[in-house]
C-alpha cells in the first residue's frame, strides 16, 4: 500500500502544538480591514485552535 500524502494547503495553514492540539489563524484578516475596528482587527491578530468538532478531520488531512 503507498504512503498518504499530506494535504498541501493543510500542511501551510495547521501546526501541531506540543500538547498535540492543532494551532491555525484566524480568518477575514486580508481584506475590507478599513470597515473593522481597532478591537476587531487586535482580536483576529492572533492564532487560536481548531475546535474539537474539526479536530479529527484536520489530523487526517495532516496523516497524523
Known sequence: MP????HSSAKKRF???GKGKIKRFQS???H????KSKKAK???????TVSPADHK????????
Open 28 to 30: 477575514k484578516t486580508s
Open 57 to 64: 478531520r484536520v489530523l487526517a488531512l495532516l496523516c497524523k
Open 32 to 35: 475590507m480591514m478599513r470597515n
Open 42 to 48: 487586535l482580536r483576529l491578530r492572533g492564532a487560536t
Open 3 to 6: 504512503k498518504m500524502k499530506t
Open 15 to 17: 501546526k501541531l502544538t
